[in-house]
């Protein structure tokens, strides 16, 4: 567990709730009590030289390779997209473990959207990477149509929405 500012990252590794969360020996001694959540979708970002910025750990699912504005990804193709806090999975480890191939017990939604026009993307895995613990990959197909330009791409699971990255497109 770390604090930064006002913010405090934790990892509860027993479903447990509700939870009293203490900090001892702090500049700010005290309890809280928190609320857990089944889902909370987050995007991890990337970092550049300017900091994080809004672009996503989203990468060709056959390359390998980042999306980024400088290499985009066509129409069509399918792509990777690395998350957390996407909720409880079929046969998964214990809290805390390593984990196998472990798929989402529920649906998840991938929406791109450009202005006020949304697109809704087909995945063929969304679930726990192997050998990490708590790290999530959804396996996108990017729509056929999908015309060139940068798009908004969000997760949503149990009506959780995540934060917002970029993702850079190329048409043929």
């Known amino acids: 567990m770390r604090t930064l500012r006002s913010h405090l990252h934790a990892i509860a590794v027993q479903r447990v709730t509700p939870l009293r969360l203490v900090a001892y020996a702090s500049r700010y001694p005290g309890s809280v009590d928190l609320t857990l959540q089944s889902a ?4 991890f970002l990337v970092e550049n ?3 994080f910025g809004s672009i996503g750990a989203v990468v060709g699912a056959f390359t390998g390779q980042l999306i980024t504005p400088e290499a985009p990804t066509r129409p069509g193709e399918w792509v990777s997209i690395y998350a957390n806090g996407l909720g409880p999975v079929d046969g ?3 809290s805390g473990a390593l984990s196998g191939l472990a798929p989402l ?3 998840i939604k991938i929406v791109l959207s450009a202005g006020e026009q949304a697109w809704q993307c087909e995945y ?3 679930g726990l990477v192997p ?5 999530y990959q959804v396996n996108v ?3 056929e149509n999908l015309p060139s330009g940068t798009y908004e791409l969000v997760l949503e699971v149990d ?14």
């Open 105 to 107: 017990s529920g649906p």
């Open 141 to 143: 197909r990017l729509p």
């Open 124 to 126: 063929n895995y969304a």
């Open 131 to 135: 050998g990490f613990v708590a790290l």
């Open 49 to 51: 030289r300017e900091g």
């Open 159 to 172: 009506g959780r929405v995540s934060n917002t990255v970029t993702l850079a497109v190329v048409a043929n």
């Open 92 to 94: 998964g480890p214990p």
């Open 40 to 43: 909370t979708p987050a995007i």
